[in-house]
């Protein structure tokens, strides 16, 4: 049980890491808090309602988005969209992001193999 | 009876989706409240229109959307970036104004009691009077920044510790607080009336307690001081001790702005401890200047025979009468008020 615990909240903190990065990704045509999410949740990066809202906010806060009240429809809703200081930072996070996998994946399969280190 | 349900369902989403809004927004900043309001109303909608498509939702999936959502405290601490404050967003605005108004005060007082002094001992040099004036009021404004910062922070310090954590571990939507209606708001008006007057107050005991008297004009303006001013020194803490409480408590009201059992239960405590002070403080008769009389005399003022004014006789009888009534009276509204609510509930 308690290893359990160990292993989700390691995860927890892997996943917070990736959470602005995915956000950016799909805000390149503006969307609102739930359709977003809604398409993360499809594409495999579920992430609740209750931590996207306030990250949003953040991230415009940080002005990496900026947000617009759509109050023709229906209902009234707040879309969010890259801002061009986001469009910079998301394209340099994404760099950032493929060395680091790159770097990740070499380290990981090192350990696959005990043998490694002899090869020096 | 199937209209029945819709209704009743109906009503308990709006009502229990309303706290839920409610309970999350007044812990973050004014000026979000409101944007933070509408986007999160508007997420509760889409959730409960994905459960629900059409349908009018039932109270439990109405519930399990708030659940998912979280306690209010914990989805509150999201919005709020930097969640460790001296003075968090809960008070900021309040204590900005509390500081307004006491610097206001204090620095008008003080200059209206400056003139007066001023002008009842002429012959004073008018430069020595400014640069003294300037020097208190500096340090009254200090004193005063420093006194309201602390008692906020502490506020800030001990707001619902220990409890919080509990409740968001096994939180549930039934355990929201129900909206109170508009009418049961405190007026502002009379919270920010309650403090100018408690800060002057405080102000004149404390600079010019000399300036509390009768009153004469002819033939140049002199002042007979009701209280003995070497005896009133030492009893001066504990005046202070009543208009702190009652600053408190008028500062307490406006924070809370509703009627409830807390602002009740404050008034009770703040009024019946002031109410004991003052009776502790006016017990001893060393506490009034003993040539009132004779100053009355030398006024011009019979002080004996059917001419003279009884109230003057025992002014301090009539005084203590009169803080007594005030203080009763203020501490029976809220008490009544707060009961007449609870009821209705």
Known sequence: ?120 | MEKMTINTNESYKEEIISRYVYAVTKRLPVNQRSDIEKELSGLIDDMLLERCGDNVPTSKEVDAVLIELGAPEKLARRYNEYPNYLIGPEYYDTYMLIVKIVMACTAFGLFIANVVLAVVSSGQNIIGAVGSYLATTFMALVQAFAFITIGFAFAEYFKGKGKAKKTEESWYPNMLPPLQPQHTEIKKGEALTGIVFSCLIIILFNFAPQLIGLYSFTPQMTIIPFFNLEYFRSVLPLFNLCFILGLAREIVKLTIGRYTIGLCITTVVTNLASLITVFFIFSSEKLFNPNIVAGFKEMGMQTSGADFPIWLGNFEHIFLAMVTVALILDMAVVVVRTIRLQKKH
């Open chain 1, 1 to 120: 049980m308690e290893q359990r615990d160990v292993y989700e909240s390691l995860l927890l903190e892997l996943r917070r890491g990736t959470l602005v990065l995915s956000v950016l990704s799909q805000l390149k045509a503006p969307r609102y808090g739930y359709d977003l999410v809604q398409t993360l949740q499809e594409k495999g990066m579920p992430i609740d309602a209750s931590t996207l809202y306030p990250l949003l906010r953040r991230l415009e806060s940080q002005e990496l988005l900026k947000s617009e009240w759509e109050t023709s429809a229906a209902k009234p809703r707040k879309y969010y969209v890259l801002t061009g200081f986001g469009q910079e930072v998301f394209t340099r996070l994404c760099e950032s992001w493929n060395s680091l996998t790159e770097s990740m994946n070499i380290l990981m399969s090192e350990g696959d193999g005990e043998d490694d280190n002899k090869h020096k």
